[in-house]
């Protein structure tokens, strides 16, 4: 079976551009996450959706957005780009629980953004 | 907020050593616990998780948890480690909120394991 799916693998942009990242969930997962990691620091969570809604949102600025497609994939936005905002960029899939969204998470290979 | 401290971040040891590594978290409701590993070049994959029932969970690899309520703790153990065991190790701490599901990480602990 096909893991959870990435693309771009690396991304360069400078400060001020708009970048979108895309996810691929496990197939019969219903939920994505995104999260941000940083050199040396652990995943931050940015968004969940489930069933194409919004479940969860992290400590991020409005320049993040993300939405999640009738077939579950999912894209993150980001909008005027800062230095900062260079990172790995993870998306994790997940078959709900019962209905709810705490279950293991799988996550991708991530996308690598460089903001210059 | 919600926080999740891993004490350790880097640890050193030699093959068959015992290991364990702390992880606390501040949140006071009811919680869903995990371990994650990532080996080198590899994604983020579960060791092991605790939703509810017996505290002591058992993992892949010979890895085990403890959840102790009191303590607010989550820490991960294996008895005998192996060269294979280098890897970066991450805790992770789950909770609802108002309709929502918010994870938290812990920033990791690198384990490097000598033969």
């Known amino acids: 079976d096909a893991g959870v799916t990435q693309s771009p693998t690396h991304l360069i942009k400078t400060r001020g551009q708009q970048v979108t990242l895309r996810c691929s969930p496990i197939s019969g997962h219903k939920s994505v996450s995104w999260y941000q990691q940083v050199l040396g620091q652990g995943p931050q969570f940015i968004f969940q959706?489930?069933?194409?809604?919004?479940?969860g949102r992290g400590n991020f600025p409005d320049r993040f957005s993300a939405r999640q497609f009738p077939n579950y994939s999912s894209e993150l936005n980001v909008n005027a780009l800062l230095l900062g905002d260079s990172a790995l960029y993870l998306c994790?899939?997940?078959?709900?629980?019962?209905?709810?969204?705490?279950?293991?998470?799988?996550f991708g290979p991530g996308t690598r953004l460089t903001v210059l | 907020a919600q926080s999740v401290s891993q004490h350790n971040h880097h640890v050193i040891l030699s093959e068959a050593a015992s290991l364990e590594l702390g992880c606390n978290y501040s949140y006071g409701g009811t919680v869903n616990l995990f371990w994650y590993v990532q080996y080198p070049g590899q994604h983020l994959q579960l060791l092991l998780k605790y939703f509810s029932g017996d505290p002591l969970v058992k993992g892949i690899k010979g890895f085990e948890a403890e959840f102790i309520k009191s303590k607010f703790s989550f820490n991960l153990r294996k008895p005998s480690v192996q060269w294979s065991d280098t890897a970066e190790y991450f805790c992770?701490?789950?909770?609802?909120?108002?309709?929502?599901?918010?994870?938290?990480f812990g920033r990791g602990t690198s384990l490097i394991v000598h033969p």
């Open positions: 959706y489930y069933e194409k809604e919004e479940r």
């Open positions: 994790a899939s997940s078959f709900p629980l019962r209905g709810a969204v705490t279950n293991e998470q799988f």
């Open positions: 992770a701490v789950g909770h609802a909120s108002g309709g929502s599901y918010i994870p938290t």
